[in-house]
């Protein structure tokens, strides 16, 4: 049996020194985890890191990406509103194509499938489309 100190394990609780004996067992995961609370604080330390390091949440990578500002925010929507009135503007049979292909995330051959037509009129009839759509937008973005 050993003794151990609960100020030292629980400094918040205990203001005074209280002893108090337990196996060697609990002594030994006891001092396993002080070993792995101090290693991971060495860690922190030597990475620099002001978070925790085993989250899994990406913290990391999005800590590297800048924040989008407002003045950003707001390009990026005006943008996406050009791009869509421009696609709209497109003859019908072409903007139903373009919309479901890069807008819903459909395959060509799941349009064509769709449509009852052959893959071949769907790849042309898009990339018609986007020719069209390429030369709206340098009118529209100037």
Do not use: C, W
């Not at 990578?61 to 950003?72: F, G």
């Not at 943008?79 to 890069?102: C, G, T, W």
Request: glycine share 4%; hydrophobic share 35%.
């Amino acid at each position: 049996m050993k003794q151990i100190n609960l100020r030292d394990l629980y400094p918040d609780v205990y203001k005074e020194d209280t002893f108090v004996e337990v196996s060697d067992e609990i002594q030994a995961a006891f001092q396993s985890a002080q070993r792995a609370e101090a290693a991971y604080n060495r860690q922190r330390y030597r990475y620099k890191a002001h978070y925790s390091l085993d989250r899994g949440d990406g913290i990391e990578h999005n800590s590297l990406a800048r924040p989008l500002t407002p003045e950003m925010i707001l390009e990026n929507n005006f943008l996406k509103e050009q791009v869509y009135a421009a696609v709209m503007s497109l003859p019908d049979l072409q903007a139903k194509r373009i919309y479901a292909r890069y807008y819903l995330g459909m395959t060509i051959t799941e349009i064509a499938r769709t449509e009852g037509v052959s893959k071949s009129r769907i790849t042309e009839s898009i990339q018609r489309g986007l020719k069209s759509l390429a030369g709206n937008l340098k009118k529209i973005l100037g």
